[in-house]
């Protein structure tokens, strides 16, 4: 599974209210990263 498969799995299951499934390729080292000045930036 490559990155793009992991981001369009993770808003697919987003959309669809699966949070679960939407976190379950994320590990406790994960980093998010939002551009510019958003409240989810790191």
Known sequence: ???K???AG???ALS???MEK???N???ETKWC???NNKFSV
């Open 1 to 3: 599974m490559g990155v």
């Open 5 to 7: 498969d992991v981001v």
């Open 10 to 12: 993770y808003f697919e």
């Open 16 to 18: 669809n209210g699966e």
């Open 22 to 24: 939407a976190f379950s």
């Open 26 to 28: 994320f590990t406790p």
């Open 34 to 36: 939002q551009p510019e």
